[in-house]
């Protein structure tokens, strides 16, 4: 099993900038891959972005060029830096981890991008 601590969102202005953190409770070596998932009020959870363990990365062209996913395997650990925000990327942002064919979530943590 897999358990994902969420931290670092907020209440910004727009252009601002936050950055998430995602610790996991196992090494993410082995976790391939793990991303950032966001859900807005009234609509579907979506893909932000992910990265392998390779650091291949993958990003919504919503966030292309503004977001910035990275791994720190030594502290078992995601970011998602989060630079010129909008307010339509208010929503939960979840952390998400695929391990031994199951995927894991962590508790969500709120933005808001103020206008």
């Known amino acids: 099993q897999v358990q994902l601590v969420e931290s670092g969102g907020g209440l910004v202005q727009a252009g601002g900038s936050l950055r998430l953190s995602c610790v996991a409770s196992?090494?993410?070596?082995?976790?391939?891959?793990m991303g950032w998932y966001r859900q807005a009020p009234g609509k579907q959870r979506e893909l932000v972005a992910d990265i392998t363990t390779g650091g291949t990365t993958t990003y919504s062209d919503s966030v292309q060029g503004r977001f910035t996913i990275s791994r720190d395997n030594a502290k078992n650990t995601v970011y998602l830096q989060m630079n010129s925000l909008k307010p339509e990327d208010t929503a939960v942002y979840y952390c998400?981890?695929?391990?031994?064919?199951?995927?894991?979530w962590g508790q969500g943590t709120q933005v808001t991008v103020s206008s």
């Open positions: 196992r090494s993410i070596t082995s976790i391939n891959p």
């Open positions: 998400n981890a695929y391990y031994s064919i199951r995927n894991y």
